[in-house]
Every structure is written in C-alpha cells, then in structure tokens.
C-alpha cells in the first residue's frame, strides 16, 4: 500500500472501465468536483446501502456541478450482479486487483475490521440498516474481507480537498462535508 493522500495533494489520475464498459478518466472531470469513493466489495450490504444512498442524493450534487465515481475490489462479473442491480446513474468500477485502491492509500485492515465487528450491538445494528433497505449480507467469494473504505473531494483543478480514511468499515465521509463541498461553501 501506498502513503495516504492528504489535502491539498494532486489526486492521482487513472483510466479505468466502468459498468458499461464506458472509458472513465479523472482527467475528463476537470471542471467539475467529483466524489471518488473506495468499496469493499460488491456484495458489501453496507457498500450496496452507501451506493444507495448516493443515488438518491445524485441528482442534486451533478447539478451543483459534482460527479460520483464508485471503486470496488471486486470482478466485473461480481459488480453487475451485486451493486450493479442498483443501476446507479454514475460509474461503478471493478478493481479486482487494487490498482487504484494502492495508488490512493486505501487501506486493508484486519484489526480495524475485528474492531467494528466487536462493537458492542453492531452487527444486529448493521443487520437491521441494511435489510430495512432491501440489502442482504452476502459474503463475495474471493473478495477482500479486510478492505476498509475512502473517499475523497476532489474539487475541479483535480485537488484533493477532503481525503478520508475510514476508522472502521462502517466509517464514511459525513453527508454533511460532502452536502458542503458539493454546494461550494
């Protein structure tokens, strides 16, 4: 893994194939704010319910000029089964490997993963989130178990303006700092 990015660093650029086998390059967001957001993994119940909560909120941040670019450690064969029912109107990319996932410093933990799984009621709370939204606990074979997610601002010059490492698996950049950065305050 590499270092973790920081505010005010360069994000790194990357051409990547998304869902719809669309070429996707960061480079081409230049003018706009983009959330790029790291998942575990494609049957993630908590990722799928993130993935949910970002197209619900989609509409509005692309009008204020921000786009969404979704990663998962996962095959392409296992992202159009899983996440990719949702249909989400942004590009979901399958990054088996962890090309990118390396280039941006996210992060893969064991002990951060036992951390969020030894949480006084944590499991049952994350039970009932996700199957009050339709979401199962699947387990992906074959699929990093020990990913922890990230995301990132990136505002339109490609500069990282937020860069946030999740604590936990279920540790997310608050809507509240994306609702912001979004809006441009």
Not at 19 to 32: A, H, S, T, V, Y
Not at 78 to 96: E, T
Request: charged share 20%; aromatic share 10%; net charge negative.
């Amino acid at each position: 893994m590499s270092d973790q990015l920081q505010h005010g660093d360069t994000a790194p650029l990357f051409q990547m194939k998304d869902q719809n086998d669309k070429p996707i390059l960061l480079e081409n967001n230049r003018g706009r704010k983009v959330l790029l957001a790291f998942f575990r993994n494609s049957a993630c119940a908590l990722c799928n319910l993130r993935v949910h909560q970002f197209i619900q909120r989609h509409q509005a941040w692309q009008q204020q000029g921000m786009e969404v670019i979704a990663f998962f450690e996962s095959p392409e064969a296992n992202l159009h089964k899983y996440v990719g029912q949702q249909n989400a109107p942004f590009p979901l990319i399958a990054d088996p490997e962890a090309e990118i996932y390396d280039v941006y410093g996210a992060e893969t933990s064991e002990a951060k993963v036992q951390a969020t799984l030894s949480l006084p009621g944590i499991q049952e709370k994350i039970s009932v989130q996700v199957e009050e939204a339709g979401f199962k606990l699947i387990p992906e074979e074959g699929s990093n178990f020990n990913r922890i997610p990230a995301e990132f601002l990136i505002d339109e010059k490609g500069i990282i303006q937020v860069a946030y490492y999740g604590r936990l698996i279920t540790d997310h950049l608050p809507y509240e700092t994306i609702e912001r950065f979004s809006a441009g305050n």
